[in-house]
């Protein structure tokens, strides 16, 4: 995820000091990872740097200098071109469960195990998830939904495997 | 252009409806079966008038008693015959006893050879009985051997009783009327075929009617069968591009499909039924297979009208049924059915039946086609008013148990269908009620009641005149089975002896046997008795004056008679009339055995009032088999407290017979349909099951939605057979009463099918409640 | 072997269709207010193990025991008074009764126990008012939608307080966002009255809504509880 982008995007509804910024990514976007004070007033120091945003103003106060930044239009033209750009789709072509499937096989150990054990893991987070849907809001509704939706692609994937597990094993026996 | 169009749309539902794989290939059979019965019905019902008058014409070509006064003379081309019918157990035989005077003595009809003395020709049903181990006992009665079969030119029935049998010295009998001299068989040249009385007309028109019209209403109810299915088929034709008529004709073309084949297979079961007819007897009656053919017309009739109707009520049927290509839609609510229009059946036809009113009796004719029009339309009007009756009283049925509350809620949401099912037999039972009551109203015209005194004797037996009186007597106390015999000899004495026409009856027996046909104050052996009051008593008084002179057996000249005078002696006692066991009251004069002339004795003939043990069975055989080795010409009557007239016996036997098919008919294809009904609720049935629903439960739902709609047909079929039963006793000038044994019965049968069709419906409906049905996998 | 506390447990259940072998030597417990989710490739018995344990299906040889009394023992007649009594049911489609209403439907179970019908009625209500499907009351079911419908099929499944409520893919024939919401409503119900809950579905989502799952193949079962 595009850090600038996203609080390029943020300034666009108007200026904000450092501390406000941090705090509106965090309760919209953060869920799991809060940004770090540094992150910020380095990705801000950038953005100034290349001229889309400008500071609207200091605070002098108590603590650390409080600059409020303000969107410029070329900051404007670059948000509008970022959501503009599809995201390329993930590949997923490096899974490091096929190969943990194939070492398996080939040192005939038991892959339906790994297979089992992973399957138990992931469903464990799918109830987590999907505890946590059942109590947040929509916006956690959505973001967990988003998840699961990838879990269960893996868990198809996971069941696919091993109904082909014996067909797979004579493949990598070759 | 139009029509192309049409048959276009028509080729491709037939081809759809052989084309459907096995599921369409059940569909269109089921259809075949259901209008294939009907069509085998409708072939046989039509082909029973030309049997019938095919076996008439052959009764009458075997004619061979003319009843004329004139009297053949012997000549080389005249036979004798005796009529030497017989009863064995319930079954008639037709006998003739036969002597053929000359080489040129006419054959009856079948016979190819005259069959010597002590010789018989027999018909091949009478031959198999005789040969079997049941006729032991009809055995004794024959001693003749059988030389030759009776061919069927000579039978109205295959399975018809009747035989030749040579005899000699029938020509001493030739005056007493159940000899005659013939010289060709057939009717008499004045003879008149027995015109059937305008009642017996309108009868038999009913009949017909009450039986083709459940037909009728049941093919219409047969090429709906599989209806859900086809729906979904319809949907999918619309999918790819059908209109919504398109669908309707294609709808029709696979109705047609059934329809066709129906009328391949209703042509194979008519063939076999026909086949089977010979091996058939119902009451003493037998159809020859070849005698059973329809005529052409009605056959035509039969083939394109089926055909027709079926396309013609398929699309009646789809007319409130929006064909969408995603499925079918019933138009959710369905438009109230309205009651006017339903009634104006019924009311047409009472309107036409009712100028009829009173016309039996006096110059007794009716218009047919305002007879069978009234009669169709009031019949149709209950199939009219019974979706309607069934629908207003189904949407205020309410509470009850779950098995009542899921029937009725079924029948809410389709009482068409189930009205539709049951139409058949409501139209099948109303006018089975209305012909009852019109059996029962008229029956007293055509039966009459006797006058036997069944306590006294349940037998009568008339011998030939030259058996002694005695050894008749004595003979048939003997006889296994009878409990008393009252033998007496009969005859008459006239005034002159060449003149019989001023005449007086005359008995002769024991004191104790003349107490049976009078009452005698004192008796002795040698009194002699008058019998006063009555009719004959001034006339007996007259023939007793002492010293007048009468004569037994007066005859005219020319006819052999056994003539003997008695000169009246003084002393003759008088005696009241009594009514004999036949309810007979007698007149004229009684004498002991000793008082009678010894040459008199030739002119009586020995009549026996028997008494029997009903608890020895066959006893009124042995009887029977003792008269005929008394006397072969020799005739035994059983004593009934009431006869039905001949004509309407079959008649009432054909609307029996028919009723019972037709109501066997529907109670099929009701049961066809409820087993499709089941089969496609296979999986409700199974998710019901799963949650512990009572098999009991589901049991009595089915045999409620059953029985709802029918009972409901049968409070209507009531209504309108009692109705229609009034309207036509009116018409035959009958009063009006209710037969509420006939109404009994007749809605006992019609609740018996529902009955069935539940309990045969019941093994698939537990089948099909078997878990099996949640399986999806 | 029985899992102390378990309310219903199978083991070494056998049941075979003719030839093909539906269950061989399945195991399954469940405690009350326990969901656990069956799972397993198409074919491969969860339905089958779910009508054993029903009491639907009689299995060839195993035992299960409900509540401590062995199943097998039961007449048809007992077996159906505990479907009626003590479990409900849930399938994925083709249960409710097309020709009574939404609430007939709801009210049929009690019914057949011999409630009267407005007491039962009543019942229906409150349970249809927790499924949020109350105002479908006079409707029939063909005239609401499937979420809607699948939803007085729940509230039909739990109108008798079961103990047991057996679920058959009761999503299957939904979009994801009426199963999860019929998913949430079923689990949520069945929690607050602690009646176990069998779920047999193919789709993982709807089994995250369980506690434990049982995966099922070729007519083995495996808890995955002990896999971990």
């Known amino acids: ?174 | 252009m139009k029509s192309r169009q049409w048959v276009r749309d028509l080729a491709m539902g037939v081809r759809f409806a052989f084309a459907g794989g096995r599921e369409g290939w059940t569909r269109a059979l089921l259809t075949a079966v259901g209008v294939g019965l009907g069509v085998a019905l409708l072939l046989i019902t039509t082909a029973i008038p030309n049997a019938l008058s095919a076996r008439d014409k052959r009764s009458s070509d075997r004619d061979d008693f003319t009843y004329s006064a004139k009297r053949l003379p012997k000549a080389d081309d005249t036979l004798l015959i005796a009529n030497a019918d017989t009863t064995f157990r319930s079954k008639d035989i037709r006998g003739r006893l036969v002597e053929p005077e000359g080489v040129k003595a006419p054959l009856p009809p079948g016979v190819a050879k005259f069959p010597a003395k002590g010789e018989m020709v027999a018909s091949p049903a009478l031959k198999k009985l005789l040969e079997s181990d049941s006729g032991k006992l009809l055995r004794e009665r024959y001693p003749y051997r059988i030389v030759a079969t009776i061919d069927k030119p000579g039978l109205i029935g295959p399975a018809e009783l009747a035989f030749y049998a040579g005899t000699t010295g029938l020509e001493n009998h030739l005056s007493n009327g159940y000899v005659e001299r013939i010289d060709y068989f057939g009717p008499s040249p004045n003879h008149t075929p027995d015109k059937l009385d305008p009642v017996l007309i309108l009868l038999i028109m009913i009949i017909f009617v009450v039986l083709l019209l459940p037909v009728g209403v049941f093919i219409a109810a047969a090429v709906r069968f599989g209806g859900e299915r086809r729906d979904r088929r319809l949907a999918a034709l619309r999918l790819v591009g059908a209109d919504g008529r398109m669908a309707r004709r294609i709808a029709g073309g696979e109705a047609l499909a059934g329809a066709l084949l129906g009328l391949v297979l209703g042509t194979l079961f008519f063939l076999a039924a026909r086949q089977s007819a010979s091996v058939l007897v119902v009451r003493n009656v037998s159809v020859f297979p070849s005698d059973l053919n329809p005529s052409p017309a009605l056959v035509a009739l039969v083939a394109v009208a089926v055909p027709a109707a079926a396309v013609l009520v398929t699309l009646f049927a789809l007319r409130g049924v929006v064909i969408e290509p995603l499925g079918v839609v019933r138009t959710a609510k369905p438009p109230r059915r309205r009651l006017w229009w339903r009634l104006l059946l019924p009311l047409g036809g009472l309107a036409l039946l009712y100028p009829m009113m009173g016309q039996g009796n006096d110059n007794g004719s009716f218009n047919e086609w305002m007879v069978i029009g009234g009669t169709v339309l009031l019949l149709i009007g209950v199939t009219a008013l019974l979706p309607w009756v069934v629908e207003a009283v189904v949407a205020r049925l309410n509470s009850g148990s779950v098995s009542w509350q899921l029937a009725v809620r079924r029948l809410q949401l389709s009482s068409g269908t189930a009205a539709r099912m049951v139409n058949g037999i409501a139209v099948a039972v109303a006018g089975a009620i209305a012909l009852q009551m019109l059996f029962a109203g008229v029956e007293h015209d055509y039966t009459k009641s006797t006058d036997n005194d069944l306590n006294r004797a349940q037998m009568q037996v008339s011998l030939r005149s030259d058996v002694p009186l005695a050894e008749v007597g004595g003979a048939l106390s003997g006889t296994k089975g009878v409990r008393h015999a009252s033998a007496l000899s009969l005859g008459s004495v006239g005034e002159k002896a060449k003149n019989p026409d001023n005449s007086l009856e005359v008995a002769v027996g024991s004191c104790a046997e003349l107490r049976e046909v009078a009452r005698l104050a004192s008796c002795r052996d040698g009194d002699v008795f008058r019998i006063t009051g009555g009719e004959y008593g001034d006339k007996a008084k007259e023939f007793t004056t002492p010293g007048r002179t009468v004569y037994f057996d007066p005859r005219y000249d020319d006819q052999p008679s056994h003539t003997a005078s008695w000169k009246v002696t003084p002393g003759v006692l008088t005696a009241e009339g009594r009514e004999d066991p036949t309810g007979y009251e007698r007149g004229g004069l009684l004498f002991t055995p000793g008082a009678l002339p010894a040459s008199a004795q030739a002119g009586l003939s020995p009549m026996v009032y028997v008494s029997l043990n009903q608890s020895v069975p066959d006893a009124r055989d042995y009887v029977r088999n003792t008269a005929a080795r008394l006397d072969p010409l020799s005739e035994t009557f059983d004593l009934a407290s009431s006869e039905t007239s001949l004509q309407f016996k079959p008649i009432r036997n054909g609307l029996f017979v028919g009723a019972t098919c037709v109501l066997v008919l529907i109670g099929a294809s009701l049961l066809v349909s409820q087993l499709e009904q089941l089969r496609e609720r296979k999986k409700l049935l199974s998710s019901l099951v799963a949650f512990g629903t009572r098999r009991r439960t589901l049991s009595l739902s089915v045999l409620w939605q059953t029985a709802i709609p029918i009972a409901l047909g049968l409070l209507l079929a009531s209504v309108v057979g009692l109705t229609l039963g009034a309207v036509l006793l009116r018409m035959t000038g009958e009063s009006v009463t209710i037969d509420w044994a006939s109404v009994l019965s007749m809605t006992g049968i019609g609740a018996g099918v529902v009955l069935a069709v539940t309990l045969l419906s019941l093994p698939p409906l537990l089948r099909l409640m078997r878990p099996d049905g949640l399986r999806t996998e | 072997m029985t899992p102390a506390g378990s309310l219903l447990v199978a083991d070494a259940l056998h049941k075979s269709y003719g030839p093909t072998t539906a269950l061989d030597g399945a195991e399954f417990s469940i405690h009350p207010g326990e969901v656990v989710a069956v799972m397993g490739p198409s074919g491969s018995g969860k339905s089958t193990l779910l009508h054993c344990l029903a009491g639907i299906v009689t299995p060839d040889s195993g035992s299960i025991l409900y509540n401590g009394r062995e199943m097998a023992t039961m007449s048809d007649a007992e077996r159906s008074q505990l479907r009626r009594s003590e479990f409900g049911f849930v399938f994925q489609f083709g249960q409710l009764v097309p020709e009574l209403t939404c609430v007939e439907n709801v009210a049929l179970p009690l019914r057949l126990n011999g409630t009267s019908r407005k007491a039962a009625e009543k019942a229906a209500l409150t349970w249809m008012e927790r499924l949020e499907v109350d105002d479908l009351g006079k409707k029939r079911p063909g005239e609401v939608s499937g979420g809607q419908g699948q939803r007085v099929a729940v509230a039909r499944a739990l109108v008798t307080d079961p103990r047991v409520l057996f679920a058959d893919e009761p999503t299957g024939a939904l979009d994801s966002l009426n199963g999860e919401r019929v998913m949430e409503l079923l689990t949520d119900a069945a929690r607050t009255t602690n009646a176990a809950v069998v779920l047999v579905t193919h789709e993982a989502r709807v089994a995250a809504y369980s506690d434990r799952e049982i995966v099922v193949r070729d007519g083995k079962s495996r808890d995955m509880e002990r896999v971990v």
């Open chain 1, 1 to 174: 995820m595009s850090i600038g982008h996203t609080l390029l995007g943020l300034l666009e509804s108007g200026p904000r000091h450092g501390y406000d910024l941090k705090r509106a990514f965090d309760e919209k976007f953060g869920h799991d990872r809060p940004l770090h004070y540094g992150q910020v007033y380095s990705t801000m120091s950038r953005l100034l740097k290349n001229g889309l945003v400008e500071v609207d103003g200091i605070e002098a106060g108590g603590g650390p200098e409080r600059k409020r930044y303000a969107i410029t239009d070329a900051g404007i033209t670059d948000v509008e071109r970022w959501l503009a750009t599809p995201e390329a789709p993930e590949p997923y072509l490096q899974s490091t469960l096929y190969t943990k499937i194939v070492l398996a096989l080939l040192t005939h150990r038991d892959a339906a195990d790994i297979l089992d054990t992973q399957r138990a893991e992931h469903l464990r987070m799918m109830r987590i998830l999907t505890d946590r849907k059942r109590k947040g809001d929509l916006a956690d509704q959505l973001i967990c939904d988003h998840a699961l939706f990838h879990l269960e692609a893996d868990l198809r994937w996971l069941e696919l495997t091993a109904a082909r597990l014996d067909k797979l094993a004579e493949a990598v026996a070759k």
